[in-house]
């Protein structure tokens, strides 16, 4: 099969795809996006979490075939320029609350927070653990996760992302 | 007691204050890459010409094998071959303390999920297609599975040398003692998973030597050297190591998982070879924490005072060996607990059985221990009418002490003050009426209204040793220069450590920076070009690597002196560094503005030097007593949990957790609690969540839709109080930070429970039907 898509605003096509690859698959050994992570092949863990369509899901559940023509966001998509520093706001937020530690989780849930904040740039702490608890992490305890989704809505100042 | 360095290293305070230096929050330097998503991990690696590999397993806990077919297998088209036991080149087994573990199955398998078969082909469909259709030929056996009867002589026995790995044995006091209060109990911890996110996963390359480069995420990169060579049969500086991006570790990757298979596949085939396990082959592909069965008997005064403790610890190390003498030696050394007991008599029994393969993970005997220790506590102190905080203060060990082992406690042991400041914190709001749906147990299931809703608060402490004991030569090895780019002094910081999540690379750049006076460090990619670091575990590296990087610093420091002397015309003694200068100190005479730009005490090359170091020595202790200077130093902790639970539903929901730990000194704040949140987070799972159900020798829940670890929901707000009072003997008084918050958080959260349900609840994790079911009478 032959799959034509979109990631990050640019068109990608993957020759020889067969029926049983996943989206996650497909965007980590055929186009090089690694930044979303294989972790469970389940869907419990949202390490592999990327916008499909506007929606946010599990790559891994994802069949290739069901992202025929569609827009995908992954984690590379959300830094702005080129420069090595740059950073977008959820990603600086991330870095600056010290919620990165092995990082095996933090695209995942970086990609997860900036959904979560386009759609409720000032949400709840409740609405923050709600948001975020399909995205599994074994090194925080979340703390600094929650303190980083604060801080980056902190910079929004209630304006969208 | 406040948060104060106590004097040794006092001196060091005005070295300390420099960006980005020792006791800051410095920025991590492989931050920016992982929030990008551009951070290499073990899986993410990718060679020209790469192929996969995967590996053939036994569905059987215990058989012997009759015979393997690979001939289906080698016909798929794609696969480049198929390896088993035979083509192992050189030692046939491996093992951290015994080479009991066979690289691929010999005969008999001794536990499900036991490597028989290894493949490699052009795309993982293909490899793991390949591994299914290999034949193997069983003879079932009936799998010794109860450690309790693996222990008896007429047991089968799991390997010929018997089921017994260890007997350690902790006398002291009168064994007679007797007590005006005496309890008794047994407690159950079941097997934990340290399900680090980022599965097992590497690539090894041959080289034109004939030798490997293997490119693998690992907590050892040098034991991991030794074991591969050896099984592979090349000397050690043909199968070269480098650490790749570890997603996370907590032990599970101290012992080998996939490195020798790797590199026979690519030795064989000639190509670079990648293998990441799935999640499900994750827990059958590291070792776990070992089940303990406990059985504790406590002697008291009326006054409160411990008199005896009678104690006897069953850990199931499963079928093979990895680090369970260890593992055996922790759980009975440090089986009391952080108090002062006169009389001891403590055996610990580590079995070997056909059930998973256990070793370290996070805590490391001192877990499985803490959970019977503390659930003693409250029982002494419920029988003798005491306040649970009470008891414990009284008792609590202090600087001083004397250990069961007879070890006497060196430096700070604030175990009653981390109590009291738990203690004395504010206690979370009662629950409203109002109180929303999603912030009760059940949470958005909507099971209650707050009706049926009890809450309870509980406190536990811990302790554990840091560093490895019993006489391990234990050292790390750190390579530092000093050179010019660009106009400015650079250092790099070359070492064997494992960076597996928990910052230690920042750390190294950290100490560089205060010892060098340079703002610029590289830390380069542990790898094995460089000495060993030992292992990224028992909450060790920044104590001894950290030690090591700061010894190799004072070297290169002496090399700038020397040279700065005599540009300066005084002594060394005289200089200090400052603004990336070597300048004469305030009264140091010879004029005291005078200075050299460290970059001009470089200019004909860099300063490297090389340094082995070590803490100091301990003793293994004696077979028969215990008795031996086991332990090097111990971190200590103290938690208070509170919780609300549904006493119908048997469904908890924890509310909080207050947490105090002596850290000595914190090189990096932010890290350290990050440490404390996580270690908390793993603690409240076994508590209440993780359990790997193994029944007749087989893993019934293989994934994380059945193994279940705590989310975002689950974890309350935490509430950390850290102390740095400062180990004399430490660099920079440090103490090791990562273990201590996951030893009593499980049992401060489990005496919550009993206190809001009055259930006796000796078992972890604590399920629904401990709450829910009969009243034991």
Same mark, same amino acid.
């Given at each position: ?23 996650l698959y497909v965007l980590r050994e055929r186009l090089g996006f690694w930044g979303a992570k294989n972790a469970c092949e389940q869907g ?118 | ?49 790469? &192929? ?17 077919d690979v001939s289906e297998a080698l016909r798929l088209p794609g696969v480049r071959c198929v390896l088993t036991q035979e083509d192992v080149p050189g ?23 036991? %490597?028989?078969? &290894? ?23 009936? %799998? ?243 306040? %649970? ?357 499980? %049992? ?23 709450? &829910? ?5």
């Open positions: 099969m032959r799959l034509s898509l979109t990631v990050n605003s640019r068109p990608y096509q993957a020759e020889g795809v067969w029926e049983g690859e996943s989206l419990e863990c949202g390490s592999c979490s990327v916008v499909l369509d506007g929606v946010l899901v599990c790559a891994c559940l994802v069949a290739a075939g069901q992202a025929q023509h569609s827009e995908i966001l992954t984690v590379e998509g959300l830094t702005p320029g080129r420069s090595p520093d740059d950073l977008g706001p959820v990603q600086r937020a991330f870095l600056e609350a010290g919620a990165v530690q092995c990082g095996f989780c933090t695209p995942g849930l970086i990609v997860a927070s900036h959904e979560l904040l386009r759609q409720n740039p000032a949400p709840t702490d409740a609405q923050v653990r709600e948001a975020l608890a399909g995205n599994l992490c074994r090194c925080t305890g979340y703390e600094k996760i929650l303190d980083a989704v604060r801080l980056a809505a902190a910079g929004l100042e209630g304006g969208p992302l | 007691m406040s948060t104060v360095l106590s004097q040794p290293w006092a001196g060091e305070r005005e070295r300390l204050g420099l960006r980005g230096g020792v006791g800051s929050d410095a920025p991590r330097p492989d931050g920016i890459l992982k929030v990008k998503g551009r951070f290499a991990f073990s899986s993410d690696l990718w060679a020209e010409g790469m &192929i996969w590999g995967a590996t053939a397993r036994s569905p059987h806990p215990r058989a012997l094998i009759a015979g393997i030692r046939k087994t491996y093992g951290l303390e015994v080479a009991d573990q066979p690289v691929l199955a010999i005969d008999e398998v001794r536990y499900q999920g036991e %490597p028989i078969a &290894i493949v490699a082909a052009d795309d993982p469909e293909t490899a793991r297609r390949a591994a299914a259709a290999v034949y193997v030929g069983y003879n079932v056996l009936e %799998p010794v599975v109860d450690p309790e009867e693996a222990l008896r002589t007429s047991s089968d026995k799991v390997h010929p040398t018997g089921n017994i790995v260890r007997h350690l044995k902790v006398r002291r006091g009168d064994p007679d003692a007797t007590a005006d209060i005496v309890v008794s109990g047994e407690y159950e911890v079941r097997m934990q998973d340290q399900a680090f996110l980022g599965p097992e996963s590497g690539l090894a390359v041959p080289a034109e030597d004939g030798g490997v480069d293997l490119y693998v995420a690992t907590q050892w990169l040098h034991v991991d050297q030794d074991q591969v060579a050896a099984s592979l049969g090349l000397p050690a500086g043909k199968v070269r190591l480098s650490l790749s991006g570890v997603g996370g570790a907590f032990g599970a990757r101290e012992d080998l998982s996939l490195q020798v298979h790797l590199c026979m596949l690519a030795l064989r085939t000639g190509r670079p070879v990648k293998m990441v396990y799935s999640r499900e082959e994750s827990f059958f592909g590291h070792v776990h924490r070992h089940p303990a069965r406990l059985r504790y008997t406590h002697g008291a005064n009326r006054d409160g005072k411990l008199v005896y403790v009678k104690a006897e610890i069953l850990l199931d190390g499963g079928a093979y060996m990895s680090s369970s003498r260890a593992v055996v030696a922790n759980a009975g050394t440090l089986g009391i607990g952080p108090y002062e007991v006169p009389n001891v008599s403590m055996d610990a029994y580590g079995v070997y059985t056909n059930n998973p393969p256990c070793g370290a993970m996070r805590g490391f005997g001192a877990v499985q221990a803490c959970f019977a220790y503390e659930s003693q506590m409250d029982r002494l102190a419920a029988a003798l009418g005491v306040g %649970p905080v009470e008891l414990r203060a009284r008792n609590a060990m202090a600087e001083g002490s004397v250990m069961p082992t007879g070890q006497v406690v060196e430096g700070p042991a604030p175990v009653a003050e981390l109590l009291r400041r738990v203690h004395s914190a504010p206690l979370p709001p009662a629950l409203g009426a109002a109180a929303a749906a999603t912030s009760l147990p059940g949470g958005a299931a909507n099971t209650t209204h707050g009706e049926g809703v009890a809450r309870g608060v509980g406190y536990a402490l811990g302790f554990k040793n840091v560093g490895f004991s019993e006489g391990f030569d234990d050292y790390s090895t750190a390579r530092v220069s000093l050179a010019r780019a660009g106009g400015r002094p650079i250092a790099t910081v070359h070492t064997a450590a494992a960076e597996v999540g928990q910052g230690l690379v920042t750390v190294q750049a950290q100490i560089a920076r205060t010892e060098l006076g340079t703002e610029q460090v590289v830390v380069e990619t542990a790898d094995t070009q460089v000495g060993s670091a030992g292992s990224s575990s028992a909450s060790r590296q920044t104590y001894v690597t950290g030690g090591a990087v700061k010894a190799a610093c004072a070297e290169v420091r002496e090399v700038l002196f020397e040279r700065a002397a005599q540009l300066l015309g005084c002594l060394p003694a005289d200089l200090v560094i400052a603004d990336e200068a070597v300048v004469v100190r305030e009264g140091g005479g010879f004029g005291a503005d005078r200075a050299v730009p460290l970059v001009e005490l470089v200019a004909d090359g860099p300063v490297e030097r090389t340094v082995q170091w070590r803490h100091r020595p301990t003793q293994p202790v004696d077979p028969e007593t215990g008795q031996g200077n086991a332990h090097v130093q111990y971190c200590f902790a103290a938690h208070r949990a509170v919780v609300d639970v549904d006493v119908e539903l048997g469904l908890v929901k924890v509310v909080e957790i207050v947490t105090a730990q002596d850290v000595g000194k914190a090189i990096n704040p932010s890290a350290v609690l990050g440490q404390i949140h996580g270690g908390t987070a793993q603690g409240l799972g076994l508590a209440l969540m993780e359990e790997i159900q193994v029944e007749g020798g087989r893993v019934k829940n293989a994934s994380f839709t059945d193994y279940l670890i705590p989310t975002i929901l689950d974890m309350p707000p935490m509430r950390v109080d850290v102390l740095e009072l400062g180990d004399p003997f430490a660099p920079y008084g440090l103490r090791g930070v990562g273990e201590a918050p996951t030893i009593s958080s499980t %049992p401060a959260i489990v005496a919550a429970v009993r206190a809001a349900t009055g259930r006796d609840l000796t078992r972890v994790p604590v399920r629904p039907e401990d709450i &829910i079911g009969e009243v034991a009478s």
